[in-house]
């Protein structure tokens, strides 16, 4: 199992651009979400999905949108990039979205908007 | 909001045991405790969790106060592989209340 991937690993973008962050499990996970990192931060969580069809905002969902049409896919999309939004995103996926159960992380993009 | 309090940082000599602090005072019945841990630019990584019993698994213990306002997690012999940021979290079922803090850096010296 390749777990959890990420692309790109790395991204420039300028302050107005769009871009799509892809993430992709091979684990059959339900649950899947969006987290960022600013420096010396914890991870803040954007938005997460249940299921194929079912998506949801976390703590900083603005200027993010997501869909989940496959179990496999929860692309992240930053419909206009601005400065606050560089950070590195990782996404992870789940069983379940019960919270006995562990979250696989992917390697994590890194953004940076100029 | 459920949050958890851990040191800053913390130091350990190789091949010692490491005991890692977190707070959860506010912790409710039905929320389990979750450690992650974060190498240098790597995405985190399960740890171990657990609910009210002590835990253990080939990675680490959890031991798990008994009115689970607080837990520690266990490494037991410290390896320069170990050197992280560890991130003692809260989840409940409703995972927009899901909170990272700043986790604890562990150091750990040759």
């Known amino acids: 199992n390749a777990g959890v991937t990420q692309t790109p690993k790395f991204q420039v973008l300028k302050t107005g651009q769009s871009m799509t962050l892809q993430c992709a499990q091979d684990?059959?996970?339900?649950?899947m979400s969006w987290y960022r990192q600013d420096p010396g931060m914890g991870l803040r969580l954007i938005h997460y999905?249940?299921?194929?069809?079912?998506?949801d905002q976390g703590e900083v969902p603005n200027g993010y949108n997501v869909s989940r049409s496959t179990t496999e896919d929860f692309p992240l999309r930053l419909l206009s990039a601005a400065p606050s939004q560089t950070s590195v995103y990782f996404c992870a996926s789940s069983y379940s979205g019960l919270a006995a159960y562990e979250q696989y992380f992917g390697p994590g993009t890194r953004l940076t908007v100029t | 909001d459920a949050k958890t309090t851990q040191p800053n940082s913390m130091e350990s000599n190789e091949e010692e045991p490491v005991h890692l602090p977190c707070n959860h005072s506010t912790i409710s019945g039905t929320d389990y405790i979750h450690w992650y841990r974060q190498l240098p630019s790597q995405g985190p990584e399960y740890v171990i969790h657990g609910l009210t019993s002590n835990v253990n698994n080939r990675m680490a213990s959890l031991a798990i106060a008994e009115d689970r306002k607080s837990s520690t997690l266990i490494l037991h012999r410290a390896t320069l592989r170990d050197a992280a940021v560890y991130y003692c979290?809260?989840?409940?079922?409703?995972?927009?209340?899901?909170?990272f803090g700043p986790g604890t850096s562990l150091s750990v010296i040759p």
């Open positions: 999905s249940v299921g194929a069809g079912i998506t």
């Open positions: 979290i809260l989840k409940r079922t409703s995972y927009d209340k899901v909170i």
């Open positions: 684990m059959n996970h339900e649950y």
